[in-house]
């Protein structure tokens, strides 16, 4: 009896569904691919962040850089991406985020051909500030194209999972990958391999990957222009000094114009209908904090690649690819921290997590200034990079709760991408002040001689970020906030970044 009431019905309702479900299927599947063309060039931009730190004793000697001119090797790159990183944001509301994304990765591939190049200092410099600018325009869609490509809910979860994993993998393999290509082939190669990348990349996203919708809006070209000038004239002070002296008219000029022009950023912030920087985001005291203690942590961190890579090849012989394998302490550590991370900000807040995190990274920068001509990796700077490790972990997560919390869903992505800001532009300024320091005790043919002021001066910069996490960020009232899954991966992603 309930065979024959019930057959009829179960037939007509499942045959809708059967019909259905290829062209479901499909969906799903053409969304699936489109996720992975997107994390691939996610891949592709963490890589960047340190697959050319491996190969910069090699550039330095084949175009004879000097020690703080090296460092424009990383922070052309940085300011540009930095700078513009608000206004790549901006252009992906008004313009789209698919096509804002593929004309940003466009111009970092065709940067990076260019930069593979390269046989003069300026060239290379040239070609790493055009890469910024690319990656600017291209990775703040990167995220919003895997949460919107994904058909439900649970797609959209294994999206974030996927871009987590790779923004927390990339930075190891960047540096695993920078020292085989420096190795056997040529540290050209360090920036060719983004070519190849980039290609399929391009050709394959329009097919796979749904373009969002855009918004009505103007573009404060006058904000980006001020902010990425300013910076860039600020960082040529510090770099211009250990050369021409801390008087010289160079250096003060710099350090003016850099000043009036970020006055005149803020300044045009508060003015603009469509700013770049609302400013009413940076007046809560605990978001402006965390933002200033993200920037002094992220300058601090610079300087830990920068210094060790040249020591591990100058000081103590290592080739490329041992170099690279030295760091996997320090990204493995990160990697694993911040994955208890979250639960540890849920039960004892972020202000605990960055005060502990912050005391960690001193030491680690007092440990890392002891080492010496007669120094070895396992005695003197295993523990020290681990402790790094650990310790940076443990303060990227409470700040990006801190940052995101309490902002309204409309204005998540304008945060998330200052965030950002403050990370690059903090880690290019923090770069330049330590390189300076450095190269002012630098002596000709010995490394090592300037590399303990300089990371005394890293020690110092997270001692400041120690006080600001005291005094500036007081605890909430009451439970704090539990991240979300968005701010996990952003978090994680900023901790891969940052390593």
């Keep these: 009896m309930s065979t024959t009431t019930h057959s009829p019905r179960s037939t007509a309702s499942t045959a809708p569904t059967s019909s259905t479900q290829p062209t479901r299927d499909r969906a799903a599947r053409r969304a699936s691919i489109g996720i992975g063309i997107v994390l691939v060039a996610q891949l592709m931009l963490v890589l960047d962040a340190t697959v050319v730190n491996v190969a910069l004793p090699h550039i330095a000697t084949d175009l004879g ?34 096509r804002t994304f593929e004309i940003g990765l466009a111009v970092f591939t065709v940067a990076s051909f260019l930069g593979g190049l390269a046989t003069t200092p300026g060239w290379l410099i040239a070609a790493r500030t055009l890469q910024g600018v690319g990656a600017a325009f291209a990775a703040p869609g990167v995220l919003a194209l895997v949460t919107t490509s994904a058909p439900d809910e649970a797609a959209r979860n294994r999206g974030l999972a996927l871009f987590t994993a790779v923004s927390s993998a990339g930075a190891s393999i960047g540096l695993l990958l920078g020292g085989v290509l420096t190795d056997f082939v040529s540290w050209h190669w360090t ?14 996203a329009r097919r796979f990957v749904t373009e969002t919708p855009r918004v009505r809006g103007r573009f404060d070209v006058v904000g980006a222009i001020t902010a990425t000038l300013g910076s860039v004239a600020v960082v040529n002070g510090f770099i211009s000094a250990p050369d021409h002296g801390w008087t010289s008219p160079l250096t003060l000029g710099s350090f003016a114009v850099g000043l009036a022009l970020l006055a005149l950023f803020v300044r045009t912030e508060g003015r603009v209908a469509n700013p770049l920087l609302p400013l009413g985001l940076v007046r809560a005291r605990s978001r402006a904090g965390a933002l200033v203690l993200m920037a002094l942590v992220v300058g601090a961190q610079f300087s830990t690649f920068f210094l060790v890579t040249q020591y591990l090849q100058l000081v103590l012989g290592f080739s490329p690819v041992a170099t690279g394998a030295a760091f996997l302490p320090l990204s493995l ?25 912050t005391i960690g990274l001193t030491a680690s920068f007092v440990w890392l200034s002891g ?22 972990a443990l303060v990227f997560m ?24 403050a990370q690059q532009l903090g880690g290019a300024v923090g770069l330049a002040a330590i390189v300076s320091v450095y190269a002012s005790q630098a002596e000709p043919g010995r490394f090592v001689p300037g590399v303990e002021p300089a990371f005394l001066t890293s020690a110092t910069f997270t001692l400041v970020a120690l006080v600001v996490a005291a005094v500036v960020l007081r605890p909430r009232k009451g439970r704090e906030p539990e991240p979300s899954r968005e701010t996990v991966a952003v978090a994680t992603a900023d901790g891969a970044e940052a390593a």
């Design 65 to 98: 850089f000097t020690p703080a001119g090296l460092s424009w090797v990383l922070n052309a790159y940085t300011l540009a991406f930095g700078g513009l990183l608000l206004l790549g944001g901006r252009l992906g509301d008004v313009l789209g985020r698919l």
């Design 191 to 204: 920036l060719f391999v983004n070519v190849p990348i980039g290609a399929v990349v391009l050709v394959l």
């Design 333 to 357: 550590a990160i990697f694993a921290t911040s994955r208890v991370s979250a639960r540890l900000v849920a039960k004892v807040g972020p202000r605990a997590l960055m005060l502990v995190g």
């Design 371 to 392: 080492i010496s001509e007669s120094s070895t990796y396992a005695a003197h700077l295993l523990g020290a990079l681990v402790l790094n490790g650990v310790s940076a």
């Design 398 to 421: 409470p700040v990006t709760v801190v940052v995101l919390g309490g902002v309204d869903r409309a204005q998540a992505g304008t945060v998330s991408g200052l965030l950002q800001t």
